[in-house]
């Protein structure tokens, strides 16, 4: 356990709060659409097409848990049939992904849920929550659970309790950093890269 007060986080790491949420019953008058030119389909996308959308919408965020899986894990993920994805389309180019995951039934879990930097700040985020929503508790869950950082937008916690999930934890992730080697150097500009002392020659 952490104790109160300031704690060293070793130069080539990073350390991000995660907050986990939940609802129990879907928010109510759920009629969010998307304009003609946006379209939402499931798919079951190839390692490939898959990685290169995850990328695209997480690269700012550090988005890597995907990244890091081998094809073979990430495929036995995108071909399960407990596993939903969602891709968001606009004028036939991917722009957004929601990933609804059943596994770990009677809860469901939004895994993913994210737009491309360029489709961001246009107003489809409610409508794919509106989606996820309805896909979530078409099935007989108990919980509709997710999971939000200090790393990601810093929009998405509010959107989040906008739609009617409630924050019921909270816990501190410390991993590598993976820029120089899964992202640019550049990427989440937001967040200083210190680098390891060895990294330094």
Same mark, same amino acid.
């Given at each position: 356990?952490?104790?109160?007060?300031?704690?060293?986080?070793?130069?080539?790491?990073?350390a991000a709060v995660v907050t986990h949420?939940?609802?129990?019953?879907?928010?109510?008058?759920?009629?969010?659409?998307?304009?003609?030119?946006?379209?939402?389909?499931?798919?079951?996308?190839?390692?490939?097409?898959? !990685? +290169?959308?995850? /990328?695209? &919408?997480?690269?700012?965020w550090l988005w890597v848990s995907r $990244?890091?899986?081998?094809?073979?894990?990430?495929?036995?993920?995108?071909?399960?049939?407990?596993?939903?994805?969602?891709?968001?389309?606009?004028?036939?180019?991917?722009?957004?992904?929601?990933?609804?995951?059943?596994?770990?039934?009677?809860?469901?879990?939004?895994?993913?849920?994210?737009?491309?930097?360029?489709?961001?700040?246009?107003?489809?985020?409610?409508?794919?929550?509106?989606?996820?929503?309805? !896909? +979530?508790?078409? /099935?007989? &869950?108990?919980?509709?659970?997710?999971?939000?950082?200090? $790393?990601?937008?810093?929009?998405?916690l509010a959107f989040y309790q906008r739609?009617?999930?409630?924050?019921?934890?909270?816990?501190?992730?410390?991993?590598?950093?993976?820029?120089?080697?899964?992202?640019?150097?550049?990427?989440?500009?937001?967040?200083?890269?210190?680098?390891?002392?060895?990294?330094?020659?």
């Amino acid at each position: 356990m952490l104790t109160s007060g300031f704690h060293d986080v070793p130069n080539g790491q990073i350390a991000a709060v995660v907050t986990h949420l939940e609802m129990t019953t879907p928010q109510p008058d759920l009629t969010a659409d998307f304009p003609a030119t946006v379209t939402a389909t499931r798919k079951r996308l190839s390692v490939v097409d898959y !990685r +290169a959308l995850f /990328r695209a &919408i997480g690269e700012d965020w550090l988005w890597v848990s995907r $990244l890091k899986l081998s094809d073979t894990d990430l495929t036995a993920i995108l071909t399960h049939p407990d596993v939903e994805t969602w891709v968001f389309s606009e004028n036939e180019t991917p722009i957004g992904l929601v990933e609804i995951d059943f596994r770990d039934a009677p809860d469901c879990e939004l895994a993913f849920f994210g737009l491309v930097p360029s489709a961001t700040g246009k107003g489809f985020g409610p409508a794919m929550m509106a989606l996820a929503q309805t !896909r +979530a508790f078409s /099935r007989p &869950i108990n919980r509709f659970t997710l999971h939000t950082c200090t $790393l990601d937008s810093p929009h998405a916690l509010a959107f989040y309790q906008r739609h009617g999930f409630k924050a019921v934890k909270r816990c501190v992730e410390l991993f590598d950093d993976p820029r120089g080697s899964l992202f640019a150097e550049t990427a989440a500009p937001h967040l200083p890269l210190i680098r390891k002392q060895s990294d330094d020659g």
